[in-house]
């Protein structure tokens, strides 16, 4: 089992970056492929982007493509997932999600709100 716990949520003004953080327990880290997916208020939940086990490839909706980069550090079973140029239709709870197989977990989610 992997447990997810995302932060590096909160309000930023339009234009400005964070970073996410989406940090697992247990030892398999490296054999999962990890996402990051939002959801906007009243909104379904959407993949944002995602990344393969070994971090060789990438995803990104075209909606964050040119200003979200997704990374990992399988040493520190961490995800990250940096934000640039936000603009207010990003605002959503940010979620992270670890896929293997058969297998999927999800976090708590952490909230980002892009607002002046």
């Known amino acids: 089992q992997v447990q997810l716990v995302e932060s590096g949520g909160g309000l930023v003004q339009p234009g400005g970056s964070l970073r996410l953080s989406c940090a697992a327990s247990g030892r398999t880290f490296s054999r999962y492929a990890m996402g990051w997916f939002r959801q906007p208020p009243g909104k379904e939940r959407e993949l944002v982007a995602s990344i393969t086990w070994n971090g060789g490839n990438t995803y990104y909706a075209d909606s964050v493509k040119g200003r979200f980069t997704i990374s990992r550090d399988n040493a520190k079973n961490t995800v990250y997932l940096q934000m640039n140029s936000l603009k207010p239709e990003d605002t959503a709870v940010y979620y992270c999600?670890?896929?293997?197989?058969?297998?999927?977990?999800w976090g708590q989610g952490t909230q980002v709100t892009v607002s002046s």
């Open positions: 999600r670890a896929t293997a197989s058969v297998f999927m977990y």
